[in-house]
C-alpha cells in the first residue's frame, strides 16, 4: 500500500461519514497518515472504537463521534459539536451508505424513504452543514461517494442505484452553488471493492470471477485504492478539480 503525502492536508479538519468500516476505515486511515485532525461518524460502535484505539499514535489521533446519519436532528448537532470543538471544517467526506439488495414486488413506501434516507439524504444534509463555514473561509473540499453499480445496472440493486445517480447530480449542483465560494466538490466511482461486508455478503469465488473478467485489471481493489483517490481530491493539488465523477473500478466501466 502506497500513499502520495500532501502537505496541503496536514492539520487540515476532516469529517468522514461511514468511517468505522470497509472504505471509510481505509480513509479515516489514509487522512490520519497525512496528519489531518479526523472525525468519523458511524453506527458501528464497536468496529470504530478498535479502529480509534488503532490509531491513538497518530500526529492527531482520529475521533469516533457516534451518529445516525438518518436522524437529522442528530447529524446536525454532531457537526455542531465537531464546529464548536475544532471549528471549521475543511474537507467533508460522504461515504456512508447501505447496498442491501431487494426485490422490485417487496419494495414499500416506508423501505424506499429508509433507502433514500440511508444512502442519499445524509450527504446533501452533511454538505448543507458545512458550506457555511467553508464559504466564509473562501475554500473547502466536498467529496460525495456515487457507485458504478447504476452505470452497470446491476441486479436487485434499484434504490441503491437511484440515490447513486442523484449523487452524480447533487455534486454536479453543489459544485455550481459553492464553487463561487472556492469549494470544490467532487463525486468518487468505486467499483468492486474488496471490504470485509462485500466478501461476507456477496463476493462469493463465482462472483469474484466474474468481477475480474470484467475489469481491465484482472486485480480486486481495496478500501486503500478508493483512499488514495480522495486524498489527491482533498489536497490543493487537486486545486482546479470540481463538479467531476472520478471512478475506481480497474476499468469495468466500459470495458
Known sequence: ??????????????????????????????????GAKVFF??????????????????????VFLPCNLMDLDALSATFARIHESAGTVDVLINNAANDDRHALADVSPTYWDERMAVNLR??????QAVAPGMREQGRGAIINFGSISWHLGLPNLTLYMTAKAAIEGLTHGLARDLGAHGVRVNCILPGAIRTPRQTRLWHNPEEEANILSSQCLPKRIEPHDVAAM???????SA?????????????????
Open 1 to 34: 500500500m502506497e500513499h502520495a503525502i500532501y502537505p496541503s492536508l496536514a492539520g487540515k479538519r476532516v469529517v468522514i461519514t461511514g468511517g468505522g468500516t470497509g472504505i471509510g476505515a481505509a480513509l479515516v486511515t489514509g487522512f490520519a497518515g497525512q
Open 41 to 62: 461518524l458511524d453506527i458501528a460502535e464497536a468496529e470504530s472504537r478498535a479502529l480509534e484505539a488503532s490509531l491513538k499514535d497518530s500526529a492527531f489521533p482520529p
Open 122 to 127: 445524509h450527504q446533501f444534509f452533511c454538505a
Open 230 to 236: 480522495a486524498l489527491f481530491l482533498a489536497s490543493d
Open 239 to 255: 486545486a482546479m478539480c470540481t463538479g467531476r465523477n472520478y471512478y475506481v473500478d480497474a476499468g469495468w466501466l466500459g470495458a
